[in-house]
Nanobody, 115 residues
Framework: QVQLVESGGGLVQPGGSLRLSCAAS????????MGWYRQAPGKQRELVAT???????NYADSVKGRFTVSRDNAKNTVYLQMNSLKPEDTAVYYC?????????WGQGTQVTVSS
């Protein structure tokens, strides 16, 4: 069983920055693919970014050049650095752990971009 705890969300003005963290319990973190997803009100959950066990990253077109995903295997933690935030980035952000057929989700953290 894997538990994921996100933190770092909040209210930020347009153009600002936030860094989200997701701490994972359990084993095999270093070989899992970790991801960040988001869900805005009335919309489906969508991929934001992923990072695999080799450090390869993948981003949604809407966040490329603004967001950076990284991981610290010694701390069992994945991060999402979000810069140049826009009002359309407002959503609940979820951390995901994926290993073979197993997938786990965190409880989510709210990010609100507003002046």
């Amino acid at each position: 069983q894997v538990q994921l705890v996100e933190s770092g969300g909040g209210l930020v003005q347009p153009g600002g920055s936030l860094r989200l963290s997701c701490a994972a319990s359990g084993s095999f973190f270093s070989i899992a693919t970790m991801g960040w997803y988001r869900q805005a009100p009335g919309k489906q959950r969508e991929l934001v970014a992923t990072i695999d066990s080799y450090g390869n990253t993948n981003y949604a077109d809407s966040v490329k050049g603004r967001f950076t995903v990284s991981r610290d295997n010694a701390k069992n933690t994945v991060y999402l650095q979000m810069n140049s935030l826009k009002p359309e980035d407002t959503a609940v952000y979820y951390c995901n752990y994926k290993l073979i057929a197993n997938s786990y989700w965190g409880q989510g953290t709210q990010v609100t971009v507003s002046s």
